[in-house]
Nanobody, 119 residues
Framework: QVQLVESGGGLVQPGESLKLSCVAS????????MNWYRQAPGKQREWVAR?????????RYMGAVEGRFTISRDKIKNMLYLQMTSLKPEDTAVYYC???????????WGEGTLVTVSS
């Protein structure tokens, strides 16, 4: 079992930066990848970024955030981060931390943290 708690959301102006954090607890040794997802008002939840946990493979990003967002992790502290720069109003959403085990498949979710980008 894995528990995830996000923090760091808030209200920022367009062009500003924000760093989200996710603290994980439980059996993290089985986790293969961690992701950030987001859900904007009235829209479906969408994948934002992924980082592998057992290898140093490449991180992945959705096209809309490529070059502006950076996902990172601290395995010793069991922390996941999302550094967001050049924020746009369309980045407004609840951001969720996600942990995946691929075989057998299981997914864990946090409760989310709200990011609002508005002038």
């Amino acid at each position: 079992q894995v528990q995830l708690v996000e923090s760091g959301g808030g209200l920022v102006q367009p062009g500003e930066s924000l760093k989200l954090s996710c603290v994980a607890s439980g059996t993290m040794s089985d986790i293969d990848a961690m992701n950030w997802y987001r859900q904007a008002p009235g829209k479906q939840r969408e994948w934002v970024a992924r980082i592998l946990m057992k290898t140093e493979g490449p991180t992945r990003y959705m096209g809309a955030v490529e070059g502006r967002f950076t996902i990172s992790r601290d395995k010793i502290k069991n922390m996941l981060y999302l550094q967001m720069t050049s924020l746009k109003p369309e980045d407004t959403a609840v951001y969720y931390c996600n942990a995946q085990r691929w075989g057998p498949s299981i997914t864990y979710w946090g409760e989310g943290t709200l990011v609002t980008v508005s002038s």
